[in-house]
């Protein structure tokens, strides 16, 4: 506890109380340590739970992350066809057997998927159709 304390006391807070600049801050903190902590309790979990449905050993579990899935134009157009349907999954055709096969599959989808009917746009009002999220999940990630 002196260790807080001390801190506080070089910052100008002589009573060892926090300051309404500081309160938000510890609070903010404190928060994303809880949240970080959840998903890592929680994925954690996943994890163990669907190594062991597989018969893998719960000593080790593999991870893949994937980040940014960022539709500019050019991809969205290379996705298209000529009915202008979308079809995303030749993006992961050559990664879709090391997705699948970790234990947990993670990917950040950086921009909106509102569909056709929000106006499928890229830079700088980003919209994806619906059919990337089909290609992520069957690319085999676990987590969007």
Known sequence: MKGWKSRLEK???SSG???RMQRPKLA??????????VVTSSTSSFAASKAAA?????????????????L?????DAARDEAGNYNFDAIFSKT??????????LVNQEVIIGGQELGVSGYP???????????LAKAGFDEV
């Open 96 to 105: 879709k057997n090391s997705i699948s096969k970790a234990d947990l599959a």
């Open 54 to 70: 597989s018969g893998a050993s719960q000593d080790s579990v593999s991870i893949v992350m994937v980040g940014d899935v960022l």
């Open 28 to 37: 903010l903190g404190l928060a994303l340590t809880l949240v970080i902590g």
């Open 72 to 76: 500019h134009t050019p991809v969205e």
């Open 11 to 13: 910052r100008g807070s």
């Open 17 to 19: 109380k926090l300051s």
């Open 125 to 135: 009002a980003f919209n994806a159709p619906y059919e990337i999220g089909d290609a």
